[in-house]
């Protein structure tokens, strides 16, 4: 990647659905070529996809929860049946593999019409190899990438 192409990922990281002629007119190339840098960006996996930034009223006005997990043991077959259940949910919003004394921290986004309560006995406790669940709630989000 060179300068322009950097240029190129920074706007379509500020706003991913600008035409070719205004990424164009943005980073000094004209619209035919901002598309084609576009084009091979996409091609080696710089740019892995688009999407729509929704509002907290589109997505349900979620609160956060954060949840610690500790499995019952950290075999590589524990860890991935955990990982393979995780992926299967849609209340998740971000799950990651962690040092210290729980395994992973998940961020639970628990829409306006439903229950932490519900989550919390038919998603999360029922996912393989989990021993323990710790829960934090947010009170107020002081900066988010959303």
Known sequence: ??????????????????????????????P?????????????????GYRARLSRAARGNPSTVF???????????????FEQALAQTTQVGE??????ESDYLLKVLVREDDSYERIHREVLSTLPGVHRLVT?????TLASEE
Do not use: P, W, Y
């Not at 035919?32 to 892995?48: C, N």
């Not at 610690?68 to 524990?78: E, F, N």
């Not at 799950?95 to 210290?100: E, K, P």
């Open 1 to 30: 990647m060179d300068s322009i192409d950097r240029n190129i990922v920074a706007q379509l990281g500020l706003e991913s659905g600008l035409t070719s002629e205004e990424l164009g007119a943005r980073v000094g190339l004209s």
């Open 32 to 48: 035919s070529a901002a598309h084609r840098r576009v084009k091979a960006l996409e091609q080696h996996g710089m740019i892995l």
């Open 67 to 81: 949840v610690s997990v500790t499995l019952t043991d950290q075999r590589q077959a524990t860890m991935l049946a």
């Open 95 to 100: 799950a990651h593999l962690m040092s210290g």
């Open 136 to 140: 934090q709630f947010t009170i107020r």
